[in-house]
């Protein structure tokens, strides 16, 4: 076990290491995470729609949709919460351009607000304003939402290259030092931003002329749908699970390593799942007028049951069954904030990092709630994640809200806890019976 | 002395700048420190004196090193599991002192 660790060392982390620090991923990375104002507001009003407003709401469920305050809601409460979801997830993709060009301008010490606007241009003029689907979401109207998200992230990748390779080559138009440095700086913006929409012109142009339709309907008729069938196949989702905790298990974030995938593929499936929920599309599947199996909060729901590698159970098995001291320790302070979902203390405190004792349950527990969760949303016994919560937000109540109250939810989530203690459990008696072992010996010594 | 710490969404180094803060008290020592997500910290490194890295986030030492004009370093992983808020403050002020 420990030379398999040490070779994973030598071999394994250097390159995520390299990976997670990847520019461009980077990019990626604090580029959704930018987003969070959009996400959250947009979160919260469907939340409250989606909890006591409309006549599917869970209220509505217990009162009845009929009823005068449901009645009431909808046609006064609901269409303004509407409103707030249409700005903000609605410009999501838009929002995502400008941001990509602002952080990559960021780490390369660029001027960040001229790139992101110019990122932005180049997205609008690929034909970003209009959508004219009567098949598929026909209610979605413009590209600057879910549906624009790759091209956005295509636009905000190559945008800032294009925009700094002409900034160093040093191609601005210079101001004698007499004019003002701010009107200086507006020039200077004019010659690398040209250059950088013209690119996406000549190829906008092109895809009008090629393909006779623009990039973002290309890529929606050829690209989208196979790319979500690719993303809701089990094994891709099972890839991830794993890759997290074995990151971990080197000290090396994992989630905010894969969150340049997991971000732009799966955290679009869940906001388009609560657009096309909130617009009366039930059916489940990886098409592109049914409702995701599996998206980003599939993971706070369902596997990351107080942190990345189901460590709450763990917790919980180390307070019933340790008897190392240290470790009981550990765990005391662990609990708090492993309710909360976060799990550093536990993680590097016991530690599970580098711990050969931990490492089987702590690869294997995630891949195995994926199986469960993913199974049991498929068939429909645990209804599809149609709210975006907090990814704080404790076990079972986090599974609860974000499928808008399914009972068959909340029953895989306890069952996930039951699950990932009973793998825990061995590993703990093992660990016991080491520090018996090590006490012998100290006090054979 | 400001002191930024940067982790991945800026939730666990919240916990640890919170003992950190009491440890600076019992020494009688005047340190602003708080914590942020990495997005958020690359864009204020012109107004702090150091920046300590969740041992998670390790892999982005060179990325804030570039940008930063200050040291940047990473929390020993023990320490930072268990919260010893008293030896990552040392670990921080021999880097300042380090640095002058």
Redesign the interface.
């Given at each position: 076990m420990n030379r398999f660790i040490s070779f994973l060392e030598e071999k394994f982390v250097p390159v995520?290491?390299?990976i997670?620090?990847q520019?461009h991923l980077?990019a990626i990375?604090?580029s959704f995470?930018?987003l969070m104002p959009l996400i959250l507001v947009g979160a919260f009003a469907v939340l409250l729609n989606n909890v006591f407003f409309v006549p599917w709401s869970l209220l509505a469920k217990y009162i009845g949709e009929e009823s005068a305050f449901i009645v009431w809601t909808n046609t006064n409460l609901a269409p303004l919460f509407s409103l707030m979801e249409g700005g903000t997830f609605g410009i999501i993709a838009l929002g995502l351009a400008f941001s990509m060009g602002y952080?990559r301008a960021?780490?390369e010490?660029k001027d960040a607000l001229s790139t992101g606007l110019i990122s932005v241009a180049s997205f609008i003029l690929l034909g970003a304003l209009t959508r004219n689907n009567e098949v598929v979401a026909s209610w979605v109207t413009n590209f600057l939402g879910a549906q624009g998200i790759f091209i956005a992230l295509l636009v905000g990748l190559i945008t800032p290259e294009i925009y700094f390779a002409i900034v160093r080559k040093d191609w601005v138009i210079k101001m004698p030092d007499t004019v003002p440095p701010a009107v200086a700086k507006g020039f200077s913006a004019v010659i690398p931003g040209f250059i950088a929409v013209f690119f996406w012109a000549v190829i906008a142009y092109f895809f009008n002329i090629g393909a006779g339709m623009n990039i973002f309907n290309w890529f929606e008729t050829n690209i989208a749908a196979g790319l979500s069938v690719l993303g809701q196949n089990i094994f891709s989702i099972l890839i991830i699970s794993t890759l997290i905790p074995l990151l971990?298990f080197f000290?090396?974030?994992g989630?905010?390593?894969l969150e340049a995938i997991m971000s732009p593929v799966y955290g679009t499936m869940g906001i388009e799942n609560i657009s096309k929920f909130s617009n009366g599309i039930r059916a489940l599947g990886t098409g592109a007028d049914e409702l995701a199996v599996w998206v980003r909060g599939s993971w706070d729901a369902y596997v990351f049951m107080g942190g990345s590698g189901a460590t709450l159970p763990l917790i919980v098995a180390i307070l019933v069954f340790s008897k190392v001291k240290q470790q009981k320790e550990?765990a005391k302070?662990g609990l708090p904030?492993g309710i909360f979902m976060?799990n550093?203390?536990?993680?590097?405190?016991?530690?599970i990092?580098l711990n050969p004792v931990y490492f089987i349950p702590f690869i294997l527990v995630q891949p195995i709630l994926t199986l469960v969760a993913f199974y049991a949303t498929k068939i429909g016994f645990a209804g599809p994640i149609v709210n975006s919560v907090p990814w704080?937000t404790p076990p079972i109540l986090n599974a609860f809200l974000a499928t808008n109250g399914s009972f068959g939810a909340v029953v895989v989530s306890v069952v996930n806890l039951v699950i990932a203690f009973l793998v825990y459990m061995p590993f703990v008696m093992i660990a016991n019976r080491y520090e018996e072992q090590r006490i012998k010996e100290e006090d054979a010594a | 002395m400001k002191i930024l710490l940067v982790?991945?969404?800026g939730?666990?180094t919240s916990?640890l700048v919170t003992k950190m803060k009491k440890a600076a008290e019992e020494k009688g020592i005047d340190v602003e420190i708080f914590a942020l997500?990495?997005?958020e910290g690359?864009?204020i490194l012109k107004d702090v004196d150091l920046v300590l890295l969740?041992?998670?986030?390790?892999?982005?030492k060179?990325?804030f090193a570039k940008?930063a004009t200050v040291p940047v370093d990473v929390i020993d992983?023990?320490s930072?599991?268990?919260?010893e808020g008293d030896k990552v403050l040392n670990h921080a002020l021999t880097l300042l002192q380090q640095k002058q």
């Open positions: 995520a290491a390299k997670g620090g520019k980077v990375r604090d995470a930018s952080n960021v780490n010490e971990w000290g090396l974030h989630a905010n390593m550990v302070l904030p976060i550093e203390p536990v993680l590097f405190g016991m530690p990092v704080t | 982790c991945s969404a939730m666990s916990l997500s990495a997005g690359k864009k969740g041992p998670q986030v390790r892999f982005m060179n990325e940008l992983m023990l930072y599991g268990r919260m």
